[in-house]
C-alpha cells in the first residue's frame, strides 16, 4: 500500500472514508497540488486488470510546469522539452493577462475536510501532451468536474454522472474508481480526445496524486477507447538535463582540451 505524507494534503484515514461522488469529482480537480514531478508508463488503451506485455507503451518523466520527456520501451527518445527555461520575452509585454497567471501550485485553493479540492482558483492549467490530448487530460482530469461544485439547485449541470463509486487498487496503489455517463455540461479541455465518450465509462483516480490512471468506454463498439497508466515514482527530482536536446553540463577538466596555435 503507498505511503502517505503532508505534502499530498490527504487525510492518512482517507482510504477508509466513505467514497462518494463528491469525493471523486474534489479529486478530480486536485492533481495541481498533489504532485510536482511524476515518473510514468502510459498505454494508449484500456485493460481490464493489467497491460499486455506485447502493448505499446511510452516511459515518461514530467516536470511541472512543463518539461516533457518520452522515450519507448526500448529507450529510444520521442520527445524531450527544449524550452523549459525560457524568459518572458518583448511579447508578453502585449499578451493578455493569462500571460501573467501564476502556475497552480502558487496559488491556494479552497479544500474540503478531507485535503481534496473543492474549488479551484484561477491559475496557468496546462499540461504538456503527446500523441493525443488524453495523455494530458489524465495528468489533471478537471474536465469530469469542472472548477467547483455545481449549485444545489442544478444538480443535473455537473460535467458527469458519477455511480458506483469504490476504492480499489491499481498497480499497487490506492485508486478511486467510477463508473461516469457524460451530461450536456460536459466539455473536454481536448474536445478530439475526451477521457470518456458518450455513455457509461470507467474511470480510476489515484489517491495520491489525482491522476486519472485508467479509463475505458463501457458501450458497445468502443470498448478499445482508453488509456492505462502505471506511476513509477512521485515527486523525483529531476534535473534540466533530462528534459533538453543538449546537455547543459560543465566541461570535464580532467580531459585534455587542445589549442590550435596559429603558426
Known sequence: MATWDSRH?????????????????NLCRSSPWKWQSLRFEYWDEPFAEAPSPAAPLVRAWLRRPGALRLETAD???LHST????????????????KSWLLPPHLVTPVYDDQGLVRRRPEA??????????RFSAALDPV?????????????????????????????GRPVLEAVVAPTAAYHPIHPSAPLCLP??????????????????????????YGHWLRIIAVDEYMLDDLFVAQSMSLTDVRQHISW???A
Open 143 to 171: 474536465e469530469l468536474a469542472g472548477n467547483a461544485p455545481v449549485p444545489i439547485e442544478f444538480p443535473g449541470s455537473n460535467r458527469v454522472e458519477v455511480h458506483g463509486v469504490s476504492h480499489r487498487e491499481h498497480e
Open 260 to 262: 590550435e596555435i596559429p
Open 9 to 25: 494534503r490527504t487525510n492518512p484515514d482517507s482510504s477508509s472514508a466513505a467514497a462518494d461522488p463528491a469525493m471523486f469529482r
Open 82 to 97: 527544449t524550452g523549459i527555461n525560457d524568459s518572458k520575452d518583448g511579447l508578453y509585454v502585449s499578451a493578455t493577462r
Open 124 to 133: 496557468a492549467y496546462g499540461e504538456p501532451g503527446f500523441g493525443n490530448g
Open 199 to 224: 455513455g457509461k465509462s470507467r474511470i480510476r483516480l489515484d489517491l495520491a496524486t489525482g491522476v486519472c490512471v485508467a479509463s475505458q468506454s463501457l458501450e458497445p463498439g468502443t470498448e478499445e
Open 75 to 77: 529507450g529510444l527518445v
